[in-house]
């Protein structure tokens, strides 16, 4: 069995692998940018060629949207049509003090949400999507309030409450301009050229283990 010096010379004297077997040069991308943001982004998924506007996406015409919009803007607690609705008053365990077991201050505030027609189409179908634990099984949409000590106070919360979630239903976010789609058809377009380069930089390794391991 020979020594553990003339191992360590009999090994000193094979060539050197990675002259023999050179790492393939990177890319001129930076790698640490690839590496780390290539993988984990969704850019190169996206298809810029074609985007879709919030007409296409709703199935409304650009007079529904304006009009919707419109509406939402122009709505507020005095134009909500209060003789619609379903009152009802009962004991509130909110603040008040003994008030509370005297008086009935809690406000049951409801209506029928497919048959309010000063409510439009687009944003009733959006209550019925986004607010579905209000609506029981009457169809009737249920707004309660016991904040205040008074039900004058609490039904004043129940209309701003209403109001503030039909205007929250009823955005429809703006198209982006052709400027903000040009910047992103860019970044996809450099995200997905970064991939490309990664790809080749990962290939190239990996066919220079596979030749090193053939030769051996």
């Known amino acids: 069995m020979p020594?553990?010096?003339?191992?360590?010379?009999?090994?000193?004297?094979?060539?050197?692998?990675?002259r023999l077997f050179p790492r393939p040069s990177p890319p001129q991308q930076n790698l640490g940018y690839i590496r780390t943001a290539v993988p984990s982004i969704a850019w190169h998924h996206l298809r810029p060629l074609h985007y879709r506007t919030q007409s296409e996406k709703l199935g409304l015409s650009d007079d529904e949207i304006r009009a919707v919009r419109s509406w939402a803007e122009?709505?507020?607690?005095?134009?909500?049509?209060?003789?619609?609705?379903?009152m009802s008053f009962h004991r509130s365990s909110g603040p008040g003090g003994q008030n509370v077991n005297k008086v009935n201050t809690k406000v049951d505030m409801r209506f029928n949400l497919r048959k309010a027609k000063w409510i439009p189409d687009y944003v009733r179908h959006q209550v019925e999507i986004q607010e579905p634990n209000r609506i029981n099984k009457a169809g009737e949409f249920v707004l309660t309030s016991e904040r205040h000590r008074t039900q004058n106070q609490n039904l004043e919360d129940c209309l701003h409450k209403l109001r503030d979630l039909l205007v929250r239903?009823?955005?429809?976010?703006?198209?982006?301009?052709?400027?903000k789609l040009q910047q992103i058809g860019n970044r996809i377009q450099a995200a997905k050229s970064?991939?490309?380069?990664?790809?080749?930089?990962?290939?190239?390794?990996?066919?220079?283990?596979?030749?090193?391991?053939?030769d051996n």
Do not use: C
Request: hydrophobic residues 30%; proline residues 8%; without cysteine.
């Open 3 to 18: 020594s553990r010096a003339a191992f360590h010379a009999g090994f000193a004297s094979l060539p050197n692998l990675a």
């Open 169 to 179: 239903v009823a955005y429809i976010p703006p198209d982006p301009t052709q400027e």
């Open 74 to 86: 122009r709505l507020t607690i005095e134009s909500i049509p209060r003789r619609t609705f379903d």
């Open 194 to 214: 970064q991939n490309r380069a990664y790809k080749t930089y990962r290939s190239n390794i990996k066919s220079s283990r596979r030749g090193g391991s053939d």
